[in-house]
């Protein structure tokens, strides 16, 4: 998929495509993709569902993951992943902005940007990454009303709700507190911060549900594979900010270089050349699109 180029799915293929994988199995590993490029080239490397993390698009923009971002900003970030990809789309929308109101206007703007999937998490404001201390929780039925409004509003959604309740109030209040949100609507549970396989495999045997094991990175979660969550009943597996990690980290070092040396010429056999980056864009495609722009010449010396 690539917008103008192709023909887009509609939200509801899109969110029915997300379903299927979901329940077919094997595991579906999500990556996040904190912009457009990042899309094409997860697509590219086989990845067949897409996350974008509220961390690695309040990262991108230079600003700290603490709730300081609005649903229409992420709605017109979700819809530039979908059109780069025409992927199903997973999206952490927090708490949902808001009260009620503000959930119903997200779960219009997440549906109209086409996007798949929503991850809403029961974190009062100010909200934090779920590996942090320090966390406040909504109370349960406020957040059974939050998921209700997704569901009445936009009822194609596929609706992942996130509990934070583990790390705050124990393993037992996560697990009656991800039954209340599967009875108000919710299509999988997200235990946000487990940290051993004992605690993931506990969780599973007390919730019937298809869950979310969130593999992120420089967390409280122990690295495990997608095959050992698989393994303990876990459908999905993400992998939220390592896009951004290692784009930050991969010019970092190349912004360091050409500081220090007066040229990047050493950091060239690390970077998408002129050619991989047409490719991954399909530049000469757009081009084609109409004939009376004049084709641009270039020669790749990579
Ligand atoms: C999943 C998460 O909500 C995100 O924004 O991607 C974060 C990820 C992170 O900060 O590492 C989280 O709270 O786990």
């Excluded at 040229?263 to 699109?289: F, H, K, V, W």
């Amino acid at each position: 998929m690539s917008w103008l180029i192709e023909e887009e799915p509609s939200q509801e293929q899109l969110a029915a495509g997300w379903r299927r994988f979901v329940e077919a199995g094997p595991i579906v590993q999500i990556v996040g993709t904190h912009d457009g490029m990042a899309a094409r080239i997860a697509k590219q490397a086989g990845f067949g569902a897409l996350y974008l993390s509220g961390a690695a698009y309040t990262a991108s923009r230079g600003l700290p993951d603490l709730g300081l971002i609005y649903s229409n900003e992420v709605a017109e970030r979700a819809r530039e992943l979908v059109r780069a990809s025409g992927l199903p789309l997973l999206v952490d929308i927090d708490t949902g902005y808001g009260g009620i109101l503000n959930v119903a206007r997200t779960a219009k703007e997440m549906v109209e940007a086409k996007v798949a999937a929503v991850q809403i998490e029961d974190q009062d404001m100010p909200k934090k990454c779920g590996h942090l201390s320090g966390k406040k929780l909504i109370s349960t039925e406020e957040m059974c009303q939050k998921i209700r409004t997704l569901k009445a509003v936009s009822p194609t959604l596929y609706i992942v709700a996130r509990t934070d309740a583990k790390g705050v109030e124990g393993m037992a209040e996560a697990i009656t507190r991800a039954k209340h949100y599967l009875a108000a609507g919710a299509d999988a549970i997200f235990p946000e911060a487990l940290e051993r396989e004992e605690e993931f495999q506990h969780f599973r045997k007390e919730v019937d549900a298809p869950l979310l094991a969130n593999m992120t990175e420089f967390g409280r979660t122990l690295y495990y594979t997608a095959a050992q969550f698989e393994s303990w009943g876990f459908r999905m597996v993400l992998y939220p900010v390592t896009s951004l990690r290692v784009a930050a980290k991969a010019y970092e070092r190349v912004f360091e270089e050409i500081r220090q040396q007066g040229t990047q010429i050493g950091s060239l056999a690390d970077m998408q050349t002129r050619s991989e980056l047409y490719q991954a864009i399909r530049y000469e495609d757009y081009e084609a699109l109409d004939g009376s722009i004049a084709r641009s010449t270039w020669e790749d010396k990579s």
